[in-house]
């Protein structure tokens, strides 16, 4: 089974790179940007087949090291 | 007075670490991470500055999951001293020892200066050195020093006199200028600057000497 972190910024907690991103994209010509937010995207293989169980075993990694909850959110996808 | 210096790979700033505390007449151990024991009768650990596990995930995150950091928790949670300067301060908050988070410099740039620095608090073995108000100029050198606390964490470390530091001229957008801040029982800090670069004449200035001096005294005359 493979599993997908997205860890994402909290909402509220400014994203400085995503704003750098954001003048980089209007200064090449892309209007109408109104925000650029930057997260990173981890991918796991378990060997692990049950997807209840693969769930909260990667829920308890991102807690734990994965993502920092105190300025970032995370979301895991899980797949075959 | 007994020291420990964690050292992890990519720590840079260790041996600078030991030899301000050993100026100060501590006698100091290098403990690579490692190990899962302190050595016997350690009275503070130190976390030294760098680019552990060159940063990869965040800054420190994979260094406050090392197998030495477990017995640095269980210090700090024995009540005893620990002293985090920036990879270490960011390692400290990996743990959870410190509150708050250390995100990208506002700027997005490695900043690399000597800093104005102003004590916020004496009330401390870390900070007793100094008078309340007194400027520093201690250098920093980092890319991710953005200190990250929200509203009711800013209200209780101010309502706690719980921030050390403040820089004057703030490099990287931390919240309320905070340069370090102390635990709950003001026995672990974490701090940005580098005390450790200006502790002789040599280095161009002494003001970082009096925190290694005062941890030092506290603990001996303890």
Known sequence: MKARVFVMLKNGVLDPQGEAVRHALGSLGFDGVDGVRQGKVIELTLSESDEAAARSTVTEMCEKLLANTVIESYRIELSA | ?222
């Not at chain 2, 635990?183 to 672990?188: D, G, I, L, M």
Request: proline content about 5%; hydrophobic content about 40%; overall charge negative.
């Open chain 2, 1 to 222: 007075m007994k020291a420990a210096v964690i050292v992890f790979p990519g720590s840079n700033c260790d041996r600078d670490l030991a030899v301000a505390l050993e100026r100060a007449g501590a006698q100091v151990e290098m403990v690579w991470h490692k190990e899962s024991d302190l050595p016997s009768d350690i009275d503070m650990i130190a976390i030294p500055g760098g680019f552990s596990f060159g940063d990869y995930l965040r800054c420190g995150a994979i260094a406050a999951n090392s197998p030495i950091t477990r017995a640095v928790v269980a210090h700090a949670g024995r009540g005893g001293y620990v002293l985090g300067i920036c990879n270490g301060f960011q390692v400290l908050t990996e743990t959870g020892l410190l509150p708050g988070a250390l995100m990208r410099n506002a700027g997005l740039k490695f900043t690399c200066h000597t800093q104005e620095l102003l004590v916020e608090t004496e009330a401390s073995d870390f900070t007793s050195g100094y008078s309340k108000g007194q400027t520093l100029r201690i250098p920093v050198a980092h890319h991710d020093g953005n200190y990250n606390a929200d509203e009711a964490l800013l209200a209780r470390l101010k309502g706690e006199d719980r921030i050390a530091f403040t820089y004057g001229n703030n490099p990287n957008g931390s919240v309320a200028d905070i340069a370090g801040v102390l635990s709950e029982n003001r026995r672990v800090l974490g701090m940005m600057p580098h005390p450790e670069r200006v502790v002789d004449t040599a280095h161009g200035s002494t003001d970082g000497a009096p925190l290694f001096d005062a941890l030092v005294n506290a603990v001996v005359s303890a």
